[in-house]
């Protein structure tokens, strides 16, 4: 057990919908990551908080968004969801960016 | 831009040595990271070397880092089934707002045969 947790485990939902997905972050930890995994683009990292502000951006798609909150959990929002989007979407935390950080088990959303 | 590659499969036979490699073209990498996912699960931190270090050695794990060509591996010794997996290589980027991103390899799907 790594400490982070994610839910929901798993989301099935259609075309067109909003999601969200909740990371919460091991005790102490400051940074946030959010990473996404698909068969044919491999881990893409998305984007980076510390301690509630936006520190980078990756490969993140204007219809995702994402925000940490003064407990320092996360929230990753998807909406206008494509087939495509379907993945594995992880959190990881660290104490600080340059820290080790430790991921969740991710959650598996499936769009149809 | 920068780059971490592997190859996609490693099969191996149980008890004999795995050697995953890794190649990265950023030179200024501080970290560099090896990540094993297990089947259904998320990324759990192997083990990583420091950009100024060869080698580091952690029980079966050994890592070799080649800085001149820019080449990292891991050696698993006496390869069990339990260490089948698909094994990341990732490098700590270039530095952005004061901050490391981590570039990521595709990953290595480690095949034990029995």
């Known amino acids: 057990d790594s400490g982070v947790t994610q839910t929901p485990k798993h989301l099935i939902t259609a075309t067109g919908q909003r999601v969200t997905l909740r990371c919460s972050p091991r005790?102490?930890?400051?940074?946030v990551y959010w990473y996404q995994q698909s068969l044919d683009q491999g881990l893409q990292f998305l984007i980076h908080?510390?301690?509630?502000?936006?520190?980078a951006k990756g490969n993140i798609l204007e219809r995702f968004s994402a925000q940490q909150f003064p407990d320092l959990h996360s929230e990753l929002n998807l909406s206008s969801l494509e087939l495509g989007d379907s993945a594995l979407y992880f959190c990881?935390?660290?104490?600080?960016?340059?820290?080790?950080?430790?991921f969740g088990q991710g959650t598996r959303l499936t769009v149809v | 831009g920068e780059d971490v590659e592997q190859s996609l499969f490693l099969s191996v036979r149980e008890g004999d040595s795995s050697v995953i490699n890794c190649t990265y073209t950023?030179?200024?990498?501080?970290?560099l990271y090896w990540y094993k996912q297990e089947p259904g699960a998320g990324l759990q931190l192997l083990t990583y070397?420091?950009?100024n270090m060869d080698m580091k050695q952690d029980q079966r794990l050994t890592v070799l880092l080649n800085k001149k060509d820019k080449h990292l591996s891991l050696r698993i010794a006496d390869t069990q089934t339990g260490d089948s997996a698909i094994y990341f290589c990732?490098?700590?980027?270039?530095?952005?707002?004061?901050?490391?991103?981590?570039?990521w390899g595709a990953g290595t799907k480690l095949i034990i045969k029995p």
């Open positions: 990881a935390s660290s104490v600080d960016p340059q820290g080790e950080a430790f």
């Open positions: 005790s102490g930890d400051l940074s």
């Open positions: 908080y510390y301690n509630g502000e936006e520190r």
């Open positions: 950023d030179s200024s990498s501080t970290y």
């Open positions: 070397i420091f950009s």
């Open positions: 990732a490098e700590s980027g270039p530095r952005v707002d004061s901050n490391y991103q981590l570039i």
